[in-house]
């Protein structure tokens, strides 16, 4: 653990309030003054519910360093995951260069591990910064920029509507049904519903129904995209379909929408068949873009380096993660920790469940957590990570592609951004 002499960290108390915006604001939004932020965030409470801020303070109650813990479930593998949150990591200007991020990182796994809390996720201001402690990379976002001409004009497309406050309900509904069918898809909870049927200007929701049955809708944001702002461009903030008639419902909406908006910037996960579905598999031409750099290709989509996830518990996620049908195995891990030092962990992999047990197996594979947290994702496999030389086998290395076999699944996506 990082030592921070002369610091207590403690959990956020309100008359922390004026520090613990000015941190945010120094960190975040540098060119706003305290009072506007103040101003804006007055409504905030410090410790909303689901949540808990914490700081590190000297003596004299100054602080140095913030965060906030968010506590929050995903569903993955159509199982719910308790997951830890982590927002809102912010350093004073003058405390920067001198660990205070790490010791309140450190701090917090520990947290984390002691409530058995299995997951933890974050949006990092630096991917590497995170990875060093642990975490990995996992949210592989997609990015279209295209032309609305391009877009399949659906007929389904007339199903379609315009939101109205008595659908809330109906919204909800169809999130949860779809967050249960999606890897990182979050739990929403009350408090993370707050405000968004209160869009801002420019943004407007729309509803796919049939029969009076609501089956999917969209969250979009007018803007301009190129220099001149004379062209309008719709961008896809988030999208939920239940069936494929509702998909392809809310792609020709804005198929039709060609005549006012010229480019459609369509956010996604990379398993989406959207990019199949353009007439033209390039950028909108309307908007300026680099070259591909790459024979005669044009530029089309864009791949968002997102989210990060960790394990923390390891031995509940294990237990909570289910596995597909195969022949059974077994597999000793070895796990290389930044923070909470070796742990060996022998699993049996039976009737796809996975079972620690006390056994030791005969096969064993030294990996680092963040290497173990993406294996167990579906973002990468053990095969892959044995080419590569990043992880070591010692046994049986034929377990590998069934170790694979047994941990595919899709990588995750989220809507949600904390």
Same mark, same amino acid.
């Given at each position: ?50 949540? +808990? ?122 999130? +949860? ?99 199949? !579905? ?17 024979? !005669? ?14 394990? =923390? ?36 992999? =039976? ?6 047990? +006390? ?9 680092? =957590?963040?290497?173990?947290? +993406? ?44």
């Amino acid at each position: 653990m990082t030592a921070l002499p002369g610091f207590t960290i403690r959990a956020a108390e309100e008359s922390d309030r004026a520090q613990f915006i000015n941190l945010a604001r120094l960190a975040f939004m540098p060119t706003r003054s305290q009072a506007d932020v103040e101003k804006e965030m007055q409504a905030e409470p410090l410790n909303p519910p689901g949540g +808990q801020g914490w700081v590190l303070a000297d003596q004299a109650g100054n602080l140095a360093g913030r965060y906030r813990h968010l506590e929050l479930a995903l569903f993955f593998q159509g199982v719910q995951f308790s997951m830890a949150g982590v927002a809102g990591v912010a350093v004073a200007p003058e405390r920067r260069g001198q660990k205070i991020a790490q010791g309140l990182i450190e701090h917090t796994l520990q947290r984390f591990h002691e409530q058995q809390i299995p997951l933890s996720m974050l949006y990092p201001f630096q991917h590497g910064f995170y990875r060093k402690l642990g975490w990995a990379w996992v949210g592989d976002t997609r990015q279209y920029r295209v032309s609305a001409r391009h877009i399949p004009l659906y007929s389904e497309r007339v199903n379609v509507m315009t939101y109205r406050d008595d659908l809330q309900a109906s919204i909800k509904a169809v999130y +949860q049904e779809a967050a249960q069918q999606h890897n990182g898809w979050l739990q929403r909870e009350p408090n993370r519903w707050k405000g968004y049927f209160e869009p801002e200007a420019g943004q407007e929701i729309y509803v796919y129904a049939e029969a009076g049955t609501l089956l999917g809708y969209m969250v979009i944001e007018f803007t301009h995209l190129e220099p001149t702002k004379t062209q309008w461009a719709i961008v896809v903030q988030e999208w939920v379909a239940l069936t494929a008639a509702a998909y392809r419902g809310l792609i020709g909406f804005l198929a039709s929408l060609r005549d006012q908006v010229t480019t459609i910037v369509w956010n996604t996960d990379p398993k989406d068949p959207f990019p199949h !579905l353009i007439s033209e598999q390039r950028c909108d031409p309307a908007i300026p873009t680099l070259p591909f750099e790459f024979g !005669l290709t044009h530029r089309f989509g864009a791949t968002g380096g997102g989210f990060m996830w960790r394990l =923390v518990d390891v031995m509940k996620a294990l237990e909570l993660r289910p596995i597909n049908p195969g022949v059974p195995f077994a597999i000793a891990f070895n796990i290389i920790d930044p923070v909470f030092g070796e742990q060996q962990i022998s699993v049996d992999f =039976v009737e796809q469940k996975m079972c620690p047990t +006390q056994q030791p197996a005969a096969t064993s594979i030294t990996i680092s =957590v963040e290497h173990l947290t +993406q294996l167990f994702c579906g973002m990468r496999s053990a095969s892959e990570l044995q080419w590569l030389g990043a992880i070591e086998i010692e046994g049986d290395s034929t377990l590998l592609p069934k170790l694979d076999a047994a941990w595919q699944a899709t990588p995750p996506f989220c809507w949600d951004f904390f």
